[in-house]
């Protein structure tokens, strides 16, 4: 069994309940980037929770049960009766490929009894999907990777990755997770339309896009968002690029971290090849829902016969801008399918890391909701 404890901090309230939990190994601490300054309930989880490790990062939005919460701070506990993790971290370097990463930080964890990895990372300075690339060609065989990119509401600025006590920009985390008597699911879905003509990536450096069909992407983006353009690039969270890299393909959806006026250029938080097709896409109230609802089954369904403990849900904050006040339905239909037993904790992200089907390899995806599922039997 996995012990749980949820604690919420707002500035206007502070902590809903003490934080602290006996023998808790793990602490997942996700909060907007202003309440995790160092002077901050950050430091008074540290003291709260001696020998706990913390990780956790900044956020577009916390989740907490059923509640989506902005400016705060959701901290979850875990104690495991018969599992184990390790705990690994690696800064960014200037100039590194992020699959380079991807591939240090892998070989930080013992292969020998892992069972899963949990990762998180800075959400605005590195390629989400090269370094999900890197993780999962070092790691064993049938070891999936799941987890998300770090979050700044919908300003792009700066994110924050928690580990060892502290949190900082640039940085990459990841949980080991050991033990033959622990069980794990995940599962990611959209729920996003496609609409316009189907257009070739026809100049593209790893995640910086030029143009579409020999013209100006960006140029070409405005068009679609009109007035809207005067927000870029929070504006694009409505509108992402559905990317399939052969006709007809499988296709993963690319959102925006940055634009570039003066080489007309958008920056996606994973790659976006040259040869490539892309889409448009749009919002679809009801199948955003039945998307979050979809992921929520797969990641129940991959347990077999065992109900989930805990479920840390990530999901993308262009679904919260599009959602608004019907936000908290999306988590309520987890809710409906995992059942009143599992802990509900995470946060909304700038991307979303896990394999399509246990069989697929790990990958970035923006717009999603990403479930993963723990129990111990």
């Known amino acids: 069994m996995i012990h749980t404890t949820q604690h919420h901090w707002s500035p206007e309230t502070g902590w809903s309940t003490p934080p602290g939990a006996a023998g808790a190994q793990l602490a997942l601490v996700f909060g907007a980037r202003e309440a995790l300054s160092p002077d901050g309930p950050l430091a008074q989880l540290g003291a709260a929770l001696p020998g706990t490790e913390l990780v956790g990062c900044s956020t577009a939005g916390e989740i907490h049960g059923t509640h989506v919460t902005d400016g705060g ?54 390629n ?6 890197g993780m999962a060609s070092a790691l064993p065989s049938g070891v999936a990777v799941t987890g998300g990119l770090a979050g700044d509401a919908a300003r792009f600025e700066e994110t924050r990755v928690i580990g060892g006590g502290m949190a900082a920009a640039g940085r990459v985390v990841a949980v080991g997770l050991y033990g033959q008597r622990l069980r794990v699911g995940f599962g ?34 405005k068009e679609y968002l009109g007035d809207a353009a005067a927000g870029l690039p929070a504006s694009a969270l409505l509108f992402p690029l559905s990317i399939t890299l052969t006709e007809g393909g499988a296709e993963v959806v690319r959102t925006i971290l940055s634009v570039d006026e003066a080489t007309q250029s958008m920056t996606f938080a994973g790659d976006v090849p040259r040869g490539a097709y892309a889409r448009l896409m749009k919002a679809n109230f009801d199948r955003l829902i039945d998307g979050a609802v979809g992921a929520a089954r797969s990641s129940y369904d991959a347990l077999g016969k065992v109900s989930p403990e805990l479920a840390i849900l990530i999901s993308c904050v ?12 999306e988590v309520e239909g987890v809710r409906d399918v995992l ?7 995470g946060f909304y992200s700038y991307g979303e890391i896990s394999p399509l089907t246990p069989e697929a390899a790990c990958t970035l995806h923006n717009q999603t909701m990403t479930i993963t599922t723990l129990s111990e039997v």
């Open 318 to 329: 262009g679904r919260k801008l599009v959602l608004k006040q019907r936000i908290e339905e």
């Open 188 to 221: 990611s879905l959209g729920g996003w339309d496609s609409f316009g003509p189907v257009r070739l990536v026809t100049r593209s450096e790893g995640n910086v896009l030029y143009e579409l069909d020999g013209r100006s992407a960006l140029a070409l983006y």
């Open 128 to 133: 989400g999907g090269r370094l999900a690339e």
């Open 73 to 126: 701070v959701v901290v979850t506990t875990l104690r495991f009766e018969h599992s184990s993790l390790a705990v690994v971290a690696e800064p960014a370097r200037s100039g590194e490929d992020s699959r380079e990463l991807g591939l240090r930080l892998a070989a930080k964890l013992d292969p020998g009894g892992l069972r899963h990895v949990f990762v998180l990372s800075d959400g605005t300075r590195l």
């Open 339 to 345: 059942g009143p037993g599992a802990m509900l904790a």
